[in-house]
């Protein structure tokens, strides 16, 4: 273990400790006190980082676990023992809610990881992440009980046991298994533009590993776009005023260039009226989403295009 990674385990080690009120220096407590197990639990998996290191799927986040993973009764085990886990910060009361959330939301993508480094080519559809503790245990609870059903179907895993210490790779070119799926993608997206809120799309598909092609058809950078532009005023109708040609074509359907005119005078219309946090929905909005949108207001903006005329 690096001493990056050494000093990474130590910070996430005091963390978890003192969020249930233990000293990291010296964590003991009676073998009666209900915050026993969370500690040893703890310490145990910082122990078990820091002294050996397992074979892991590329990209794991956290400690290493304590027990291997190798193997879908394994997977189920370490999956049991992160319920535990996840189940322990409730001692810590509400102020380690977010540290049992960022848990358990962890356990589904490491969980996820393994079971495509083990090969199991079906998988169960990946859940959401939650702010609600009981749904966040029932979520690492359903998935083990998905593998235990897995391997007592005579399953075998083919594992590609990664190098503890793969070779690294840069981020224009990354190894085809260490490429993201779309759901990773966009979580890292999320969290790059949250450090970085102006970043290029050169900057994030760098950074995320993926084509500029590729996070441009993605929801988080696509949100972010429309949320640029819902932050630019809104166009006012007195310094952009509609053309003649558009006001003309109101109510006028034979014509497909007409139609066209007058659908962009409408989404425009939509926009100067709609709040910032509006404007962005209406940009995130695909083509067929914003025709049938268009579509069902046509008849209200003919409406108040014929009294502002009046």
């Known amino acids: 273990m690096t001493d990056d990674a050494k000093q990474a385990a130590w910070r996430e080690y005091c963390r978890q400790l003192e969020a249930i009120g233990v000293d990291p220096y010296a964590p003991d407590l009676p073998a009666d006190d209900p915050r026993h197990a969370q500690m040893f639990a703890i310490v145990t998996e910082y122990e078990a980082a820091t002294t050996h290191k397992l074979a892991l799927p590329p990209n794991?986040?956290?400690?290493?676990?304590?027990q291997p993973v190798d193997s879908l009764p394994n997977v189920a085990e370490w999956l049991a023992f992160?319920?535990?886990?996840?189940?322990?910060?409730?001692?810590?009361?509400?102020?380690?809610?977010?540290?049992?959330?960022?848990d358990a939301a962890r356990t589904?993508?490491?969980?996820?990881?393994?079971?495509?480094?083990?090969?199991?080519?079906?998988?169960?559809?990946?859940?959401?992440?939650t702010t609600d503790l009981e749904a966040a245990k029932k979520q690492i609870d359903a998935l083990e009980q998905w593998v235990r059903e897995k391997h007592k179907s005579g399953w075998e895993p083919t594992p590609n046991k990664a190098d503890p210490a793969p070779a690294p790779t840069t981020k224009k070119h990354p190894k085809r298994d260490e490429v993201p799926d779309d759901y990773e993608a966009n979580i890292r997206i999320k969290k790059y533009l949250d450090i970085h809120p102006k970043a290029t799309i050169r900057d994030v598909a760098e950074e995320v590993g993926l084509s500029i092609g590729k996070i441009a058809q993605l929801d988080a950078w696509r949100r972010v776009m429309a949320e640029r532009k819902a932050a630019k005023p809104a166009p006012n109708r007195s310094e952009r005023p509609l053309t003649d040609k558009m006001l003309a074509a109101t109510g006028k359907e034979d014509d497909p260039s007409e139609k066209v005119i007058e659908d962009e005078a409408i989404f425009r219309w939509l926009l100067e009226k709609a709040q910032p946090k509006e404007r962005a929905e209406l940009h995130m909005k695909t083509p067929s989403e914003r025709a049938t949108l268009i579509d069902m207001v046509r008849e209200q903006y003919q409406e108040e295009r014929a009294e502002s005329d009046g």
């Open 82 to 102: 992160q319920w535990r886990l996840v189940k322990g910060w409730e001692l810590a009361g509400d102020k380690a809610k977010p540290s049992a959330l960022e």
């Open 60 to 66: 794991w986040e956290g400690h290493d676990p304590i």
């Open 108 to 129: 589904i993508r490491n969980a996820f990881r393994v079971l495509d480094w083990l090969g199991v080519d079906t998988r169960p559809e990946r859940p959401r992440p």
